[in-house]
């Protein structure tokens, strides 16, 4: 399952099988990609009915991934649930696996929170990038509101220019730039 940024994702091992690349028993998989650049925390921590194990990696264990962080009991979660943190995560993607201590099952909510979090540069108006005259990467996709909060059930930006709108604009800026017409 693919999920990203922050979060909780309700999760269900019943009937889950080991992963014989990793060595986990009872084991379900996510492919998480985080939307900054920062530390995070993943948990279980009394959020399971079963006693949980976290590990996070760095590529599938099937293309020779690493462990990134792990966590069996994390100190105050009821049930022997997990808590995880790691520190230094890029916007790239990474797996989390979520499993059962001695092939225990179960289901429960696995958390994800940015701890510490770096935006990007122009996340606001005073950190705006300067466009220059020619091309200018953008991406309309991704967006956060300006005071940090989440931005979850804002509508999407629909780009509902026609080709020929979009060459009327670049004419109406071209002329403009260049001035009155002698």
Request: proline content about 7%; aromatic content about 8%; hydrophobic content about 35%.
């Given at each position: 399952?693919?999920?990203?940024?922050?979060?909780?994702?309700?999760?269900?091992?019943?009937?889950?099988?080991?992963?014989?690349?990793?060595?986990?028993?009872?084991?379900?998989?996510?492919?998480?990609?985080?939307?900054?650049?920062?530390?995070?925390?993943?948990?279980?921590?009394?959020?399971?009915?079963?006693?949980?194990?976290?590990?996070?990696?760095?590529?599938?264990?099937?293309?020779?991934?690493?462990?990134?962080?792990?966590?069996?009991?994390?100190?105050?979660?009821?049930?022997?649930?997990?808590?995880?943190?790691?520190?230094?995560?890029?916007?790239?993607?990474?797996?989390?696996?979520?499993?059962?201590?001695?092939?225990s099952t179960g289901t429960g909510d696995?958390?994800?929170?940015?701890?510490?979090?770096?935006?990007?540069?122009?996340?606001?108006?005073?950190?705006?990038?300067?466009?220059?005259?020619?091309?200018?990467?953008?991406?309309?996709?991704?967006?956060?509101?300006?005071?940090?909060?989440?931005?979850?059930?804002?509508?999407?930006?629909?780009?509902?220019?026609?080709?020929?709108?979009?060459?009327?604009?670049?004419?109406?800026?071209?002329?403009?730039?260049?001035?009155?017409?002698?």
């Amino acid at each position: 399952t693919v999920i990203s940024g922050a979060g909780t994702t309700t999760f269900d091992s019943t009937g889950a099988t080991a992963s014989a690349s990793s060595g986990l028993a009872s084991d379900v998989w996510y492919e998480w990609t985080p939307d900054f650049a920062g530390d995070y925390n993943f948990s279980t921590c009394s959020q399971a009915d079963f006693d949980t194990l976290i590990v996070l990696w760095n590529a599938c264990p099937l293309s020779a991934g690493a462990p990134l962080g792990f966590n069996d009991d994390g100190p105050g979660c009821a049930g022997f649930t997990s808590d995880l943190d790691v520190a230094g995560l890029n916007t790239i993607p990474y797996y989390i696996a979520v499993s059962g201590f001695g092939g225990s099952t179960g289901t429960g909510d696995l958390t994800i929170t940015c701890t510490s979090c770096v935006p990007p540069a122009n996340n606001d108006c005073a950190g705006a990038t300067p466009m220059v005259e020619g091309a200018n990467a953008h991406d309309h996709g991704n967006f956060s509101t300006a005071s940090g909060q989440d931005a979850t059930g804002l509508p999407p930006f629909v780009d509902t220019d026609t080709p020929e709108d979009r060459l009327d604009h670049v004419d109406r800026v071209v002329l403009e730039e260049a001035g009155p017409v002698a």
